[in-house]
């Protein structure tokens, strides 16, 4: 099971979130190209960087410094955040990120099918939900999909990695709620990378057993940063048993 540090960034600088809620942020480092490094030489094998301003805002503000990452570190490279439109997606695909995380414009099927025809795996949707409902739009609004059927369907389109949110438990450290992930993985084949609420290697242990459901990743954010876990016990945690 892969274990993938995030990297949010708001303003150029690395941050958490509670609960995904503006004006909840916190600030763990003004150097995002310095965090890069540093969970590139502890191990990491990917990396999860957001631009919160761009989900937020509708569009990445925080690019130059996605690029810098990139640049920077020699593992893959995943971003999300603020790309709406087609022009934006090719222009962000144009580096070397791994690849693009879709959300708000993941629920129109046809660009999401323009984008999977395009980009193939270089496409992930993002499922950010509150209450096992997809929410969207910097997770400010609600959708009336539920999660597990709104895999399903961006599945049958070709999308071959949902990144899964449980947006309650994103930046809490009270440990992740599965009800919704569970839902999702029993309704998908394709990989599952599940964000959100992991605050102990206990939460990791939790989660790894659902590899055989299809989980193939865990993206941990405030408890790296907070010093809850450290980077190299949770990539023993997350690996083989």
Same mark, same amino acid.
């Given at each position: 099971?892969? *274990?993938?540090?995030?990297?949010?960034?708001?303003?150029?600088?690395?941050?958490?979130?509670?609960?995904?809620?503006?004006?909840?942020?916190?600030?763990?480092?003004?150097? %995002?190209?310095?965090?890069?490094?540093? @969970?590139?030489?502890?191990?990491?094998?990917?990396?999860?960087?957001?631009?919160?301003?761009?989900?937020?805002?509708?569009?990445?503000?925080?690019?130059?410094?996605?690029?810098?990452?990139?640049?920077?570190?020699? #593992?893959?490279?995943?971003?999300?955040?603020?790309?709406?439109?087609?022009?934006?997606?090719?222009?962000?695909?144009?580096?070397?990120?791994?690849?693009?995380?879709?959300?708000?414009?993941?629920?129109? %099927?046809?660009? *999401?099918?323009?984008?999977?025809?395009?980009?193939?795996?270089?496409?992930?949707?993002?499922?950010?939900?509150?209450?096992?409902?997809?929410?969207?739009?910097? @997770?400010?609004?609600?959708?009336?999909?539920?999660? %597990?059927?709104?895999?399903?369907?961006?599945?049958?389109?070709?999308?071959?990695? #949902?990144?899964?949110?449980?947006?309650?438990?994103?930046?809490?450290?009270?440990?992740?709620?599965?009800?919704? *992930?569970?839902?999702?993985?029993?309704?998908?084949?394709?990989?599952?990378?599940?964000?959100?609420?992991?605050?102990?290697?206990?939460?990791?242990?939790? *989660?790894?057993?659902?590899?055989?459901?299809?989980?193939?990743?865990?993206?941990?954010?405030?408890?790296?940063?907070?010093?809850? #876990?450290?980077? %190299?016990?949770?990539?023993?945690?997350?690996?083989?048993?």
């Amino acid at each position: 099971m892969l *274990l993938i540090p995030a990297i949010d960034l708001m303003g150029g600088k690395c941050v958490r979130l509670m609960q995904g809620l503006v004006g909840t942020e916190t600030v763990y480092s003004d150097d %995002p190209v310095a965090v890069a490094k540093r @969970w590139a030489a502890e191990g990491a094998p990917m990396l999860h960087v957001v631009d919160l301003d761009g989900a937020f805002g509708g569009a990445p503000v925080n690019f130059d410094a996605v690029r810098a990452i990139v640049e920077a570190v020699s #593992i893959p490279v995943e971003f999300g955040g603020g790309v709406r439109d087609e022009a934006m997606l090719a222009g962000v695909l144009e580096t070397p990120l791994r690849r693009v995380i879709l959300g708000t414009r993941a629920c129109e %099927p046809d660009f *999401l099918h323009t984008a999977v025809d395009q980009y193939s795996d270089r496409i992930a949707v993002g499922i950010d939900a509150r209450a096992g409902l997809v929410t969207v739009k910097g @997770w400010k609004e609600f959708t009336a999909l539920e999660a %597990p059927q709104f895999a399903q369907q961006v599945e049958a389109i070709g999308v071959r990695t #949902i990144i899964f949110t449980d947006v309650t438990a994103d930046g809490t450290l009270e440990g992740p709620h599965t009800e919704t *992930l569970e839902g999702v993985l029993a309704a998908v084949s394709c990989d599952v990378i599940a964000a959100g609420g992991v605050g102990s290697l206990d939460d990791l242990k939790l *989660l790894k057993r659902y590899e055989a459901q299809g989980l193939v990743g865990v993206i941990v954010g405030k408890a790296l940063y907070s010093g809850d #876990i450290t980077l %190299p016990e949770a990539l023993k945690a997350a690996g083989p048993c």
